[in-house]
T-cell receptor, first 113, second 113 residues
Framework: KNEVEQSPQNLTAQEGEFITINCSYS?????LHWLQQHPGGGIVSLFM???GKKKHGRLIATINIQEKHSSLHITASHPRDSAVYIC???????????????FGKGTLLTVNP | GAGVSQTPSNKVTEKGKYVELRCDPI?????LYWYRQSLGQGPEFLIY????????DSGLPNDRFFAVRPEGSVSTLKIQRTERGDSAVYLC???????????FGDGTRLSIL
């Protein structure tokens, strides 16, 4: 079982719809990242959070540490939001530091006009 | 340049050959990470540098893989005796320090024939 699970794997929406992508993890973490990957490979970091909620434009990310769950929301979705959205976590490590990321498999979002 | 630069963007070579992949991080970033992304999967951690030293190389799959960062800036990922299973997109990221948001390059798409 992967340490980071995302759902859904694929999501198709109509322009203007409210979108939610979910991420669950099974281990203790020190931070969680949401990343966006467009065709061709380039990855952009959207959010890094360890508690609560962050908002940037039409994007909102929330995390519930007790439930080991995070969500990425996109309001008023647009075709240019079409991309793969990836959840990644930085695992807690006892007795030292751990800075590498462990990634989910990603959610392919397609927003149709 | 303003972002993380990876060269080449594409590399096609024959099984058994040696390859070098280069990463030029954002100026001033002391932390550098290499990840590998197979088709349809999330990236997987390979190695993390803090300055010139490899602080965590636990993700390197075997001794055919090696990475260096001799002056604490540019890093080279080296793969000996390449195998078809090494085909993937190799991603590099850098950050101001461990635990800071990571900035990704566009990756090198490696194809082993």
């Amino acid at each position: 079982k992967n340490e980071v699970e995302q759902s859904p794997q694929n999501l198709t929406a109509q322009e203007g719809e409210f979108i939610t992508i979910n991420c669950s993890y099974s281990v203790g973490i020190s931070a969680l990242h949401w990343l966006q990957q467009h065709p061709g490979g380039g990855i952009v970091s959207l959010f890094m959070l360890s508690s609560g909620k962050k908002k940037h434009g039409r994007l909102i990310a929330t995390i519930n540490i007790q439930e080991k769950h995070s969500s990425l929301h996109i309001t008023a979705s647009h075709p240019r939001d079409s991309a793969v959205y990836i959840c990644a976590v930085r695992l807690e490590k006892s007795g030292g530091s751990n800075y590498k990321l462990t990634f989910g498999k990603g959610t392919l979002l397609t927003v149709n006009p | 340049g303003a972002g993380v630069s990876q060269t080449p963007s594409n590399k096609v070579t024959e099984k058994g050959k040696y390859v070098e992949l280069r990463c030029d991080p954002i100026s001033g970033h002391t932390a550098l990470y290499w990840y590998r992304q197979s088709l349809g999967q999330g990236p997987e951690f390979l190695i993390y540098f803090q300055g010139t030293g490899a602080a965590d190389d636990s993700g390197l799959p075997n001794d055919r893989f090696f990475a260096v960062r001799p002056e604490g800036s540019v890093s080279t990922l080296k793969i000996q005796r390449t195998e078809r299973g090494d085909s993937a997109v190799y991603l590099c990221a850098s950050s101001y320090g461990g635990g800071q948001p990571q900035h990704f390059g566009d990756g090198t798409r490696l194809s082993i024939l």
